[in-house]
């Protein structure tokens, strides 16, 4: 009886936000924040799922879900089937717009494709558990799906030993930017992209997302301002900034590009002692959120992170839209323990939720167990049993 366990890490902005949308470079990496999902077969011909972070526990048998017969281009992604989609909608029956349903249709458009007759002959349970929080901008619905379709694409025997690496890589990549656009609609391709991949990457609209060459994995204390972030609202407000001064607002957006650019050239060169770098990339951190202010995206409690964070000597900058939500405050290799504890102490004593955690890690992985394990053991484990000592395979 096939099991396995998949990873999947989310994905933070370091660079770029909002100036991307005006064609410049932005730059973002894998969060330390992880989804893990537990696949295995049945012999019910059930597919039993089980979803506790967005409420969702549902059964259907195989036959209640149509299946695709093979297409041009198999196993890589057809185009988006439309009406399939009215038809899972149909199926799954828990509205169109909340996260419960997105999720399930998500799984079960791939589940359409992917499914072999003998995984059709058998069913499957199919579990996930997230450390990311949901609508926080950190790639969480991304990461859901980079871990369905590592599970899928596995337990269907579509990763098989004989493709390499890379190949693998970019089957997971590609199934599960259908599954995003299933949740989304238009997405970038960039949350799945960083979530396969890991690492940092740099994107500019329109063009190939490429890896950040020569990154190293960072510390940083992530804080969520528990305010709601409005991302279109942000958005909308740079554009009426821009078009009332363009001859202001587009050196910034140039200034905020050449951020990108900086960080790519900090970590290409050779021989900079890590501690130089990291001082250096807490200036760009600095410098960008700055700029991002002055862009007005930021907000009351984002600069209250950076008024208590600098005090101790860090630098902290908002991360995705702004106008609340999350802020990332870098932790220098020279900083202590203490230190930290203090800031975060502080921070909680503002109502923020704080994680330490890091960026630039790998990205989708499996674990192949050793036998069958119960949904009820799965997640009742905690982060730490799924991160020491386990022989997590990645697409590298």
Not at 7 to 33: N, Q, R
Not at 303 to 315: H, Y
Not at 341 to 348: D, F, H, R, S
Request: overall charge neutral; charged content about 20%.
């Amino acid at each position: 009886m096939p099991s396995y366990f998949t990873s999947s890490p989310g994905k933070v902005i370091l660079f770029g936000e909002h100036a991307v949308v005006y064609g410049k470079v932005a730059t973002a990496g894998s969060l330390g924040l992880r989804s893990y999902s537990l696949v295995q077969t049945r012999a019910d011909k059930a597919i039993e799922v089980s979803l506790p972070d967005v409420q969702l526990t549902r059964a259907w048998t195989m036959d209640d879900i149509p299946r695709q017969p093979k297409w041009e281009g198999y196993p890589y992604p057809p185009p988006m089937n439309a009406a399939l989609l009215e038809q899972l909608a149909k199926i799954v029956n828990l509205g169109t717009q909340t996260n419960r349903s997105q999720a399930a249709i998500a799984l079960l458009y791939l589940h359409s494709y992917l499914t072999t007759d003998e995984i059709a002959d058998q069913g499957y349970d199919f579990s996930v558990r997230s450390n990311l929080p949901v609508g926080a901008g950190l790639g969480s619905s991304a990461s859901y799906c980079v871990c369905v379709a590592t599970a899928l694409l596995k337990l269907n025997g579509h990763l098989a030993t004989g493709l390499d690496a890379i190949t693998q890589r970019d089957l997971v990549n590609q199934w599960s930017f259908q599954a995003e656009k299933v949740i989304h609609g238009n997405p970038s391709g960039i949350d799945n992209t960083v979530s396969t991949f890991g690492g940092a990457v740099m994107f500019k609209k329109g063009e190939k997302i490429e890896s950040l060459p020569g990154f190293q994995s960072l510390r940083f204390l992530l804080t969520n301002t528990r305010v709601p972030r409005e991302t279109l609202v942000q958005v909308a407000n740079v554009r009426k900034l821009w078009e009332k001064f363009p001859s202001v607002v587009n050196p910034m957006l140039d200034a905020i590009n050449e951020i990108s650019a900086s960080c790519k050239d900090l970590f290409s060169q050779q021989g900079l002692d890590r501690a130089h770098l990291l001082t250096q990339f807490g200036e760009l951190v600095d410098v960008n959120h700055g700029l991002l202010a002055a862009l007005g995206v930021s907000h009351p409690s984002l600069e209250k992170v950076r008024e208590i964070s600098s005090k101790l000597g860090l630098k902290s900058k908002l991360t995705g839209a702004g106008g609340g939500g999350c802020a990332l405050t870098l932790i220098r290799d020279d900083v202590s323990a203490e230190t930290v504890a203090v800031v975060k102490q502080l921070l909680e004593a503002e109502g923020f939720h704080c994680m330490e955690t890091s960026v630039g890690g790998p990205g989708a992985g499996f674990l192949t167990l050793a036998g069958p394990t119960s949904v009820k053991e799965f997640l009742s484990h905690e982060k730490a049993y799924f991160e020491q000592g386990l022989d997590w395979k990645y697409f590298v």
